[in-house]
């Protein structure tokens, strides 16, 4: 079945076709490493992780690319306050990012190239948008010429009139145009600074995108990402710079980007201050249920945060976990079953849960609606294993299949993460009055109830064992 995405550019759902046959080349921008990135960043993150994952699913070759930004006046900023060269800072959070990343089970791109490692790339790049016209350089600076490149404002749907008369836009001497942006930064005393023909000095944000993408996916790749601030300026900039550079050949053939994680209704942000860590949240939270709540909403909706939501999430995961032990609890025990017509069912169900999945994600990546073929699933899963604990094939092909689709998501199913603490502690107080009512009618030499009891256990997973100190009890491995 043929995949849909939305193009920003367009404003529409397009099918997509790549640039090559059978191979996906993707260019996701990274973060800016000045501090560990908040859930907002990481919605970004999961959603194109998503989308690469499930492109890897329908068996593409996927090319991902996903920068740093390790050079720009925040870092500078920052590691001036922290008395820390910015360079490092940079490194450090870096670093940082694959500890969250890995919560979070984000697949390490193919290549994370950092800003800081591609200078001459853009310094080449400037030196040619200078020749033909559409660079000029005022007392080591450089800028873009935007009115010297037709289309500007073409994927933000502005024009330079309406960007003239919306913005208040700082009168700058040095510029011919005020929307004209920096593509060269002269350097000031103390900034890290890198040789250029226009004298000591570092690249502008925009140009690193340029530089990297076309280095590694060359132009016209298939998919450029980001979150939906970067629509305008940086990725009408890139295109400015990129195509103009190309002399008109295409940048990048499908554009998406990601609706905002809000807090409040108002955009989670480091610079507004009202964000909460990923670091943060991962004290209370495992990454795979982060990563469930953060899917759960269609990347292209408004996601508000609040812990709350994100305790529901858990029980959705959860829910999903605890259909895949019981049937795998079920399949482990002796016999198997022969009910050819409760067979057929599971077959079925497994069926029709892959193709409303792919349905599902086939539509923009629509994660939201395929969990609802994941719950479906399990529950058919659930209804037979209650009523036919045992080995069946359909439910070995049921079982493989949630875990699979699961997986497209970026969930372990098989394997979740560790019961929070809080539940251990609740687990353990229960199981130590059930002890209790269980010794009680041994006293009472009521051999049956405390044998009923121990089955029952066993049953869920939990073996009670009586030994000379007493009952004792543990989950089975
Ligand atoms: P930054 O480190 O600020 O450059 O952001 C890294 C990525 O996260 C960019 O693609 C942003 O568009 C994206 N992003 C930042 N804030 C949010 C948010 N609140 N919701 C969704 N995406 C965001
Ligand atoms: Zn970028």
């Not at 690469?52 to 720009?72: A, H, I, L, P």
């Not at 919560?103 to 030196?127: F, V």
Request: net charge negative; with cysteine; glycine share 8%.
């Amino acid at each position: 079945m043929s995949l849909k995405l939305y193009n920003t550019m367009t404003r529409q759902k397009e099918e997509f076709h790549p640039r090559e046959n059978g191979k996906v080349a993707m260019y996701v921008c990274g973060p800016t490493t000045y501090n560990y990135f908040h859930a907002g960043n990481a919605r970004m993150f999961v959603v194109f992780d998503m989308i690469r994952r499930y492109f890897m699913y329908k068996g593409y070759d996927v090319r991902y690319v996903q920068n740093f930004t390790d050079v720009d006046d925040k870092i500078i900023q920052r590691g001036q306050t922290e008395g820390m060269d910015p360079l490092a800072l940079g490194q450090k959070y870096i670093e940082e990012y694959f500890k969250d990343a890995k919560a979070l089970n984000l697949l390490p791109a193919t290549i994370h190239p950092k800003a800081t490692e591609h200078i001459s790339e853009m310094i080449e790049i400037i030196e040619g948008l200078i020749n033909s016209g559409l660079g000029y350089e005022v007392d080591g600076d450089v800028y873009f010429a935007v009115d010297h490149f037709p289309n500007y404002g073409k994927l933000s749907g502005r024009t330079l009139d309406d960007m003239k008369a919306g913005a208040r836009v700082e009168v700058d001497e040095r510029k011919h145009f005020p929307m004209d942006f920096a593509l060269w930064k002269k350097a000031k005393p103390g900034e890290p600074a890198w040789e250029s023909p226009w004298g000591l000095g570092r690249p502008g944000w925009h140009i690193e995108c340029t530089a990297m993408s076309l280095k590694y996916l060359g132009a016209g790749f298939d998919i450029h990402g980001g979150g939906g601030d970067l629509v305008f300026p940086h990725h009408e900039n890139e295109i400015a710079q990129t195509e103009g550079y190309l002399k008109g050949e295409m940048f990048a053939r499908y554009w998406m980007h990601n609706a905002f994680l809000t807090i409040n209704q108002e955009k989670m942000s480091k610079s507004l201050g009202n964000f909460f860590t990923i670091r943060e949240l991962l004290e209370n939270s495992p990454g795979e249920v982060i990563r469930f709540y953060l899917l759960g909403t269609h990347y292209r909706s408004p996601l508000d945060f609040n812990e709350q939501n994100l305790v529901m999430a858990q029980k959705g995961l959860e829910r999903l976990q605890t259909s895949i032990r019981l049937a795998q609890q079920a399949m482990d025990r002796k016999g198997s079953s022969k009910n050819e017509r409760i067979e057929a069912g599971l077959v079925k169900a497994a069926k029709e849960a892959r193709e409303a999945f792919e349905k599902a994600m086939d539509d923009d990546f629509n994660s939201a609606l395929a969990y609802a073929s994941l719950f479906e699933l399990a529950k058919t899963m659930n209804g037979y294993v209650q009523e036919n604990p045992a080995y069946s094939e359909g439910l070995a092909e049921a079982q493989k299949t949630l875990v699979e689709l699961g997986g497209v998501l970026g969930f372990d199913l098989l394997h979740p993460a560790q019961v929070s603490v809080e539940q251990d502690e609740i687990l353990a107080q229960v199981m130590e009055v059930v002890l209790q009512i269980r010794a009680r009618s041994r006293l009472k030499k009521d051999w049956e109830m405390s044998d009923f009891i121990r089955d029952a256990f066993k049953d869920t997973g939990i073996i009670i064992e009586d030994t000379p100190q007493g009952a004792r009890w543990q989950i089975k491995k």
